[in-house]
């Protein structure tokens, strides 16, 4: 059990580490003068309608998640939201939005106690959002000139990481002794079990797949509008079809876990991509504001995750607690 916890510390360690590092770098390197004067400057604008897509966002999210949950498990959607949104605390914390997975430990109270049905689901999800992000990138790059060593990159890295999914969830490692073997030590064995049986599942039911798929590709496109707020609140002059080419990579980079949210390397991804069209100041602005949508989404879901904390621990809030008080 200790050496369980050093190990997750000492990775949590690295991490921070590795985060803080590229943040010294990235700063190290740019004019900040000009980064604090884009950010003083900003069109409040488009500042509110990004932030009113938060909520736009969750809810698209949380009706993705109760669609893929289906009728094996009665929730709901409001309890189903309640507990994306408590999981959603931990992203802020978790490397490659791995705090998804934690929905499990909350769904033992609020949804199901069938926690393999919860973690296939979020599987689901996040192989719906690898495709997504995929079929945009590849598709938005035909209508926009840009690089041509950026593009074929992005090709080969979209190509790369689609076939990968593709081979996960059909190929029974079960059968090549080697790599069960390396797979069992770092616990993804059953997790592409999972991903093939899936396979299966969705092989039977093709409408099923299809309607997730819809869902994920909408939801995307949402994200990315967002980001596009980003970039016209510093009054840019950048196309949607450019941001929706360009910023997925960056996305994919920042879901390497070797940093806390992707901090660090999806802000050094966004500087490389766009540095033949905006400044280096700009794009660690925009780096940053892409950061904050995990704040700002750690916030909406605190309050869901304190009230799961109280109910679970038998706590009183602290409100609950004064008020007593005053009465006697």
């Known amino acids: 059990m200790f050496s369980m916890l050093t190990k997750k510390n000492i990775k ?8 803080l590092l590229l943040l010294y770098l990235i700063y190290s390197r740019i004019d900040l003068q000009v980064f604090y004067r884009n950010i003083i400057n900003i069109n409040v604008f488009y500042l509110f309608w990004a932030l009113s897509l938060f909520p736009v966002i969750s809810i698209i999210k949380a009706y993705r998640w109760r669609f893929i949950l289906g009728d094996g498990i009665s929730a709901s959607y409001f309890t189903v939201l309640k507990v994306l949104m408590a999981g959603s605390v931990f992203n802020l914390f978790a490397p490659s939005k791995l705090g998804d997975f934690s929905r499990v430990y909350f ?19 996040k192989i719906c959002d690898v495709f997504a992000l995929c079929l945009i990138c590849l598709v938005s790059l035909n209508f926009v000139n840009v690089n041509y060593s950026i ?3 992005i090709l080969i890295f979209s190509l790369i990481l689609f076939f990968t999914i593709l081979i996960i969830i059909s190929v029974d490692f079960h059968r090549f002794e080697f790599l069960n ?6 616990k993804l064995i059953e997790i592409f079990d999972d991903a093939r049986k899936l396979k299966k599942e969705l092989k039977n039911n093709k409408n099923f797949f299809s309607k997730i798929f819809i869902i994920s590709i909408l939801y ?18 950048a196309s949607f079809v450019l941001v929706v080419s360009l910023v997925p990579m960056a996305l994919f980079i920042g879901m390497i876990p070797i940093t806390l949210s992707g901090i660090g390397t999806r802000d050094v991804a966004l500087i490389f991509l766009f540095s033949g069209y905006f400044s280096s100041e700009i794009m660690a602005a925009i780096g940053i504001l892409c950061s ?10 605190l309050p869901f995750f304190l009230n799961h904390y109280f109910t679970e621990n038998q706590i009183e809030p602290p409100v609950g607690k004064t008020s007593r008080t005053l009465q006697t």
């Open 220 to 237: 995307w496109y949402i994200v990315l509008f967002q980001v596009h707020m980003f970039f016209l609140m510093f009054n840019l002059k």
């Open 12 to 19: 949590k360690a690295v991490a921070l580490s590795i985060t």
């Open 151 to 153: 593009k074929i990159s």
């Open 107 to 125: 769904c033992r109270k609020e949804l199901s106690n069938d926690t393999h049905r919860i973690f296939n689901s979020v599987v689901v999800e």
């Open 181 to 186: 073997r390396i797979f069992e030590n770092i």
């Open 292 to 301: 904050s949508r995990y704040l700002v989404t750690c916030l909406i879901g």
